[in-house]
């Protein structure tokens, strides 16, 4: 099983702050990488699919790099809305899994 | 516009069983891999099965295997999870998920979920 590992735990920034989220998978998923948003009580949302592909509808402070082992999510410019959990999730083997979450909150 | 609208949890005992389903529209339901994914109370996410399109393959999480079984009917648009001997640790939120494709199995379009819990 393709362990994610998300770092760091919990991020405390500012509104208009930028942040900077990471994601490293136990071996390579190459570029099957995705990341998803989820506010509370809500689904997830996909923001970026495989590795740095934003997802339609969403705003491009949101972008994504990376491949093989190592990936990162950057979200510049925070808004208020920003300020939720993130995973990352890869679809390169089964079975699929989900990093632990990275909670941005404010600082 | 592609609506998940999950239906089905609800409250039972260890070692009952219950069938969730997931009612879809606003996209060719057949050509699309479709996934159930978990969330336990205040933890992260669990993928749990998947099922491809076009007539494609299932797939399941190792703590899920033999219990749960995924299914689809193209005719009603439909994904389903049954689920056999249930345990406290399956207690979650179940959402269903569309994958981006036959095999993409990236999730753009998800339901608003449904709660199973187990405790006697």
């Known amino acids: 099983e393709i362990v994610l590992t998300q770092s760091p735990a919990t991020l405390s920034l500012f509104p208009g702050d930028t942040a900077t989220l990471s994601c490293s998978a136990s071996?390579?998923?190459?570029?099957?990488l995705a990341w998803y948003q989820q506010r509370p009580g809500q689904a997830p949302r996909l923001l970026i699919y495989d590795a740095s592909n934003r997802a339609t509808g969403i705003p491009a402070r949101f972008s994504g790099s990376g491949s093989g082992t190592d990936f990162t999510l950057t979200i510049s410019s925070l808004e208020p809305e920003d300020f939720a959990l993130y995973y990352c999730q890869q679809r390169y083997d089964w079975p699929l899994t989900f990093g632990g979450g990275t909670k941005v909150e404010i600082k | 516009e592609v609506q998940l609208v999950e239906s089905g949890g609800g409250l039972v005992q260890p070692g009952e069983s219950l069938r969730l389903s997931c009612a879809t529209s606003g996209f060719i339901f057949d050509n699309y891999a479709m996934t159930w994914v978990r969330q336990a109370p205040g933890k992260g996410l669990k993928w749990v099965s998947t099922f491809s399109g076009n007539g494609g393959d299932t797939h399941y999480a190792e703590s899920v295997k033999g219990r749960f079984t995924i299914s689809r009917d193209n005719s009603k648009n439909t994904l389903y999870l049954q689920m056999d001997s249930l345990r406290a640790e399956d207690t979650a939120i179940y959402y269903c998920?569309?994958?981006?494709?036959?095999?993409?199995?990236?999730?753009?379009?998800w339901g608003q979920g449904t709660l199973v819990t187990v405790s006697s």
């Open positions: 998920a569309k994958g981006m494709t036959t095999l993409n199995h990236h999730f753009p379009s």
């Open positions: 071996q390579t998923v190459n570029i099957y």
